[in-house]
């Protein structure tokens, strides 16, 4: 019996590892961008499947506090500049890959 649940804590520490890996999109210029009143979803030209979220046509940038606004900043600056930006991605949210960081290429 303990074997059993020993068994399942291995598993489920792998699966709950999986679920919070980090990835990177590639580098693209931004095609479109939503703001709504808890996040923005922002669209690449060039857009890849990232984290295991059920969609994939956007990654969402959450306003949770203040630290996210330089990065909302940054993309709106990209969007009107057209420079390629990439992005650091981390979990699932509203079934969206979350963006956790933003690089200007």
């Not at 306003?63 to 709106?76: A, E, N, Q, W």
């Amino acid at each position: 019996m303990i074997k059993i649940w020993l068994i399942l804590l291995v598993l489920l520490g792998f699966a709950s590892h999986t679920v919070n890996a980090t990835s990177y999109s590639s580098s693209a210029e931004i095609d479109k961008m939503t703001a709504g009143k808890e996040f923005a979803r922002v669209r690449l030209k060039v857009m890849g499947v990232y984290e295991e979220c059920e969609k994939q046509d956007w990654y969402i940038l959450e306003f949770g506090d203040d630290t996210r606004l330089p990065m909302y900043s940054m993309l709106l600056a990209a969007k009107a500049s057209k420079q390629a930006v990439s992005f650091q991605l981390k979990g699932c949210k509203h079934g969206y890959a979350v963006i956790t960081h933003v690089y200007n290429q």
